[in-house]
């Protein structure tokens, strides 16, 4: 039976390879196993579907849509001109603008795909007006927006607590520190190149009395755009809402701030929104039901017992299974988007990792750091892919940015996440969670 999984497996790999949309890369591989591993796919869909129904899942199409009108209502250009009247004079501060921005945006909208939707049209043409290669800001831009997978509250580790059933706030706060910690780092990384870019060019300083009006201005207009964050985190946090009932309050709070203070919300583009939102929703709850159907087979099948057996094989020491599985994390993030990695994976590694005498919490902190990194890093990098269009810019030109990005500011915090699991456990052991 082994065979037949891994011929399965090889057969996805080659769908997926082909360029197949997911959903119908995984409907393939279902169908193999139910001709040749003798599964019976009418109880496997009986069974996916009393799981998808879960009030949990309402979360992951809620934060599609309150990011999408996010970057069509204008909340996301007011936190730019706010962020850009503390730093956008500094050299290199419009690229610390870029990074902030997009952890703020994904603390909101939960999504890797909103950051550069809402942030990239407006930031990368100010940092190419500032001296900026378009190369190096569309890099910039997208390579930050995939803290929206990391800052909580994270759709990715929804999905997490969901198929292995952990806590679903613990999971959030597990990848809070390594957010953090790579938002400190791109930001360092990018005051580094621009001092030493000559042609970079900034505004002169501003008087302190023009700088301080300024801020209150922009401080003022940007409120409504704030209280979006204090509303939405503190009521998770606070134990207020669930995951589901934030993503709600996400949506229905960015529709009369678009329509009524910030009035860039009309109802052409509002109609937009919510066909793009239902669209992206019908693919990705198609997308979860094929994969959950995959991942219980091979549950079924016995699949985590033979891991857990191979990998003991191969040795017995954590630090290296702890290496081999970032390793084959990081290529699953590479050929498979977030979503559709975590459904799969989790449910047959976790076993694994709980025999290592790992925490799960630490486990969702390890797969949300290395799943978000296969975002930008090809051949899949469909959040890659999406920021070029945005950023107008070929691959060629965004390559060596963006790989400088992860080898010198993600990968650290990927190799710390692993091998330092306080950084992952801190703040929810400190928020009673653990």
Same mark, same amino acid.
Not at 135 to 158: F, N
Not at 269 to 294: H, W
Not at 304 to 327: C, G, S
């Given at each position: 039976?082994?065979?037949?999984?891994?011929?399965?497996?090889?057969?996805?790999?080659?769908?997926?390879?082909?360029?197949?949309?997911?959903?119908?890369?995984?409907?393939?591989?279902?169908?193999?196993?139910?001709?040749?591993?003798?599964?019976?796919?009418?109880?496997? *869909?009986?069974?996916? #579907?009393? !799981?998808?129904?879960? $009030?949990?899942?309402?979360?992951?199409?809620?934060?599609?849509?309150?990011?999408?009108?996010?970057?069509?209502?204008?909340?996301?250009?007011?936190?730019?001109?706010?962020?850009?009247?503390?730093?956008?004079?500094?050299?290199?501060?419009?690229? =610390?603008?870029?990074?902030?921005?997009? /952890?703020?945006?994904?603390?909101?909208?939960?999504?890797?795909?909103?950051?550069?939707?809402?942030?990239?049209?407006?930031?990368?043409?100010?940092?190419? /007006?500032?001296?900026?290669?378009?190369?190096?800001?569309?890099?910039?831009?997208?390579?930050?927006?995939?803290?929206?997978?990391?800052?909580?509250?994270?759709?990715?580790?929804?999905?997490?607590?969901?198929?292995?059933?952990?806590?679903?706030?613990?999971?959030?706060?597990?990848?809070?520190?390594?957010?953090?910690?790579?938002?400190?780092?791109?930001?360092?990384?990018?005051?580094?190149?621009?001092?030493?870019?000559?042609?970079?060019? =900034?505004?002169?300083?501003?008087?302190?009395?023009?700088?301080?009006?300024?801020?209150?201005?922009?401080?003022?207009?940007?409120?409504?755009?704030?209280?979006?964050?204090?509303?939405? +985190?503190?009521?998770?946090?606070?134990?207020?809402?669930?995951?589901?009932?934030?993503?709600?309050?996400?949506?229905?709070?960015?529709?009369?701030?678009? #329509? #009524?203070?910030? @009035?860039?919300?009309?109802?052409?583009?509002?109609?937009?929104?919510?066909?793009?939102?239902?669209?992206?929703?019908?693919?990705?709850?198609?997308?979860?039901?094929?994969?959950?159907?995959?991942? &219980?087979?091979?549950?079924?099948? !016995?699949?985590? !017992?033979?891991?857990?057996?191979?990998?003991?094989?191969?040795? &017995?020491?954590?630090?290296?299974?702890?290496?081999?599985?970032?390793?084959?994390?990081?290529?699953?993030?590479?050929?498979?988007?977030?979503?559709?990695?975590?459904?799969?994976?989790?449910?047959?590694?976790?076993?694994? =990792?709980? @025999?290592?005498?790992?925490? $799960? =919490?630490?486990?969702?902190?390890?797969?949300?750091?290395?799943?978000?990194?296969?975002?930008?890093?090809?051949?899949? /990098?469909?959040?890659?892919?999406?920021?070029?269009?945005?950023?107008?810019?070929?691959?060629?030109?965004?390559?060596?940015?963006?790989?400088?990005?992860?080898?010198?500011?993600?990968?650290?915090?990927?190799?710390?996440?692993?091998? *330092?699991?306080?950084?992952?456990?801190?703040? $929810?052991?400190?928020?009673? +969670?653990?």
């Amino acid at each position: 039976m082994l065979t037949i999984v891994l011929l399965d497996v090889l057969l996805l790999v080659f769908l997926l390879m082909m360029s197949i949309p997911l959903p119908y890369c995984f409907g393939g591989a279902l169908l193999f196993m139910s001709i040749f591993g003798g599964v019976s796919m009418k109880s496997m *869909m009986l069974w996916s #579907f009393s !799981q998808i129904v879960s $009030p949990i899942l309402l979360a992951s199409p809620l934060f599609v849509l309150a990011g999408l009108l996010m970057g069509e209502s204008g909340i996301a250009k007011r936190l730019l001109d706010l962020a850009d009247v503390f730093v956008g004079r500094v050299k290199g501060g419009i690229g =610390v603008v870029a990074v902030t921005v997009s /952890a703020f945006i994904g603390a909101i909208s939960g999504s890797g795909f909103t950051g550069i939707a809402a942030t990239g049209p407006i930031l990368i043409p100010r940092m190419v /007006a500032q001296g900026y290669s378009r190369g190096y800001a569309t890099a910039l831009v997208t390579v930050s927006s995939i803290l929206g997978l990391l800052i909580p509250p994270s759709v990715i580790m929804i999905l997490y607590g969901w198929v292995t059933e952990t806590s679903i706030l613990a999971c959030f706060m597990s990848t809070l520190v390594p957010g953090l910690l790579i938002v400190a780092a791109f930001s360092i990384l990018n005051l580094f190149w621009a001092r030493k870019n000559p042609d970079i060019i =900034v505004p002169p300083p501003m008087p302190a009395a023009e700088k301080t009006k300024l801020a209150i201005n922009k401080f003022t207009v940007a409120l409504p755009a704030l209280a979006m964050p204090v509303v939405i +985190l503190g009521g998770i946090y606070g134990g207020v809402f669930t995951p589901a009932e934030a993503a709600s309050v996400a949506a229905v709070m960015a529709i009369p701030i678009g #329509f #009524f203070v910030y @009035k860039e919300l009309k109802g052409d583009n509002f109609y937009r929104v919510a066909k793009e939102s239902a669209t992206s929703v019908g693919a990705i709850m198609t997308m979860i039901i094929f994969t959950l159907m995959l991942s &219980q087979t091979y549950v079924m099948l !016995q699949v985590p !017992q033979a891991i857990i057996e191979m990998f003991f094989n191969i040795t &017995q020491n954590k630090m290296i299974m702890l290496i081999i599985i970032n390793v084959f994390l990081f290529f699953v993030g590479m050929i498979v988007n977030d979503t559709t990695g975590m459904i799969l994976v989790a449910p047959l590694l976790l076993p694994l =990792v709980t @025999k290592l005498g790992m925490s $799960p =919490v630490h486990f969702a902190a390890i797969m949300g750091v290395n799943l978000a990194m296969g975002g930008v890093t090809p051949p899949y /990098a469909s959040i890659l892919y999406l920021g070029m269009r945005i950023g107008k810019c070929e691959f060629s030109e965004i390559l060596k940015p963006t790989m400088t990005f992860l080898i010198f500011g993600y990968a650290p915090v990927v190799v710390l996440t692993t091998f *330092m699991p306080e950084l992952s456990l801190f703040v $929810p052991r400190i928020m009673g +969670l653990l």
